[in-house]
């Protein structure tokens, strides 16, 4: 058997499906304070944008990507998907929150609390479920300092996703037995999973066991992947041949340019990635730069004009 040497210490990013572009930028940026640390394309459909939002530039545990595809339908929630992401803030800034909300006209609410933790729920434009979560452990991320939203309330990289299966166990085994997560909570049918990095950002997943929920579809509003992180090139081929030996059906690694990936499907069916930490947003534009400019990999260089004319303009909103 093939061991990892290293453990997993939290999510890289969140990728979730959009639909119109302007809105999605609005509401992440705009609404909540996010920085677009990257304005590139799908490099699997570069006639439309993929989005990165994030910190200040991009640290992984921060990110959430979109893919917008304008006109595409919505997905509904449902097992073998996310459910939830959610956002740590400070727990002095809930009702920042519900006031901002109820200001912009999203519809917000405040739930029971989740292991003594105060949650707000919200969706975006496209029905994504998001959650900020009073947490007093941030993980340590440089926040932006043109963010609309002020430090003290901003958002602080990923608090944890929350997994909807039908069964969890195989998941489980996966998180524990692969990963190096550990259980560290659990309140009925929700079970929660870190990693044993306690300063990482993203470092809880709770699976939450829905055996009588029907299956998810995932099309705008839904997450359509979520990445964990690796140290570097070395660690994430470790990872590959763990995978394989366990019987997952692994990609080779692929170049995001920004980092590299490889994906599978996780027992539940949500579709997992490992991605590299480096070499990170900042290889083709500095921090200040940072989403300025339609930035395209090498290879799709070559058809700049074309995707530029197909692509929809945006505007990036300025802090309000
Ligand atoms: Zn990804």
Redesign the pocket.
């Known amino acids: 058997m093939i061991t990892v040497g290293k453990r997993i210490s939290g999510l ?2 969140v ?1 979730a499906i959009a639909s119109y572009p302007q809105r999605n930028l609005d509401f992440y940026v705009g609404l909540l304070g996010m920085r677009l640390v990257k304005r590139t394309v799908n490099f699997d459909d570069p006639g439309t944008y993929h989005f990165y939002f994030g910190d200040i530039r991009g640290t992984p545990g921060t990110i959430l ?1 979109f893919f917008p595809w304008p006109g595409v339908r919505r997905g509904h929630r449902g097992t073998g998907q996310i459910d939830a992401t959610a956002f740590a803030i400070s727990p002095n800034s809930i009702g920042y929150w519900l006031e901002r909300f109820k200001d912009k006209h999203v519809a917000a609410e405040k739930t029971a609390p989740r292991f003594g933790e105060e949650v707000v729920r919200f969706t975006d434009p496209d029905g994504l479920l998001l959650e900020l979560i009073g947490s007093s452990s941030f993980p340590p991320i440089e926040l932006w300092p043109d963010s609309s939203i002020r430090p003290e309330h901003a958002l602080h990289g990923f608090h944890s996703v929350s997994a909807a299966l039908e069964g969890y166990e195989r998941t489980a085994q996966l998180l524990t037995q692969s990963f190096g997560y550990r259980l560290i909570d659990q309140s009925g049918n929700r079970f929660r999973f870190a990693s044993p990095d306690e300063t990482a950002p993203g470092r809880m997943v709770d699976l939450l066991c829905l055996p009588d929920t029907q299956a998810g579809l995932v099309a705008a509003g839904s997450v359509h ?1 979520i ?1 964990f992180r690796a140290k570097d090139d070395a660690e994430q081929l470790e990872w590959r041949a763990h995978l394989v030996e366990l019987g997952y059906n692994v990609t080779p690694v692929i170049d ?1 340019t920004y980092f590299h ?1 490889i994906y599978f499907r996780e027992p539940g069916g949500i579709l997992f ?1 490992i ?1 590299t930490e480096p070499p990170g947003f900042t290889l083709d534009e500095t921090i200040e730069e940072l989403s300025s400019k339609l930035r395209l990999p090498p290879w799709l260089e070559p058809a700049r004009p074309q995707i530029e004319q197909v692509l929809p303009p945006i505007k990036v909103p300025a802090k309000q």
Request: hydrophobic share 20%; charged share 20%.
């Open positions: 890289h990013h990728t990507t992947h990445a995001r990936s990635e991605a």
